[in-house]
């Protein structure tokens, strides 16, 4: 398969649906919900409690180390808490960023949409034909758009369709 060929044809498929604003908007507005449903029910209490998890692994880390200074523990026991602990603030931190960039994509893809829904309603429906390459690969990243060769043409999916196969 030809780049040029699948490009001209899933642009094509592409404009189609851009010429329709309420698409658009319907594609985005189901795309964004999708992400924000793929993570915690309650992401601002999740990253409460990892960011409680983080401190309280930093509190018991210095209990450890007094109970240690105190000759309640050996340097041994003290090296294997520590060592559970450490394990226990790495997986909160990573969780903690986890929700930080899960936040950020769904801020990502609000500001695609509106940039996208702008652009799209200071475009007549003919300026779509004459856009660059730049301008389309642009357009197909903020629609997440996703493009695979398959026998009967192309298979795509993203914000504006689940999974269509447009025909050369």
Known sequence: ??????????WAFVSNLLREPATIQVGM????????????????HEAELWAQKIADCAQRRSAYQ????????????????LRDL???????????????????????LEQDRDTLLESMAD?????LDSLTGDEKSR????LRLEVRP???????SGALCTSVTPSG
Not at 1 to 10: D, G, K, S, T
Not at 150 to 156: A, F, I, N, R
């Open 86 to 108: 450490d394990n226990a603030r790495r997986i909160a931190e990573r969780e903690l960023v986890a929700l930080k960039d899960h936040r950020r994509r769904v801020q990502d």
């Open 139 to 142: 357009t197909y990243r903020m």
């Open 29 to 44: 507005e189901r795309l964004i919900e999708e992400e924000r449903t793929s993570q915690a029910q309650n992401p601002e």
């Open 66 to 81: 007094d109970q240690q200074a105190a000759g309640l523990m050996s340097l041994e026991e003290l090296g294997s808490k």
């Open 150 to 156: 398959t026998t009967e043409g192309y298979d795509v």
């Open 123 to 127: 475009m007549v429906p003919e300026a």
């Open 1 to 10: 398969m030809r780049a040029i060929e699948a490009e001209r044809v899933v």
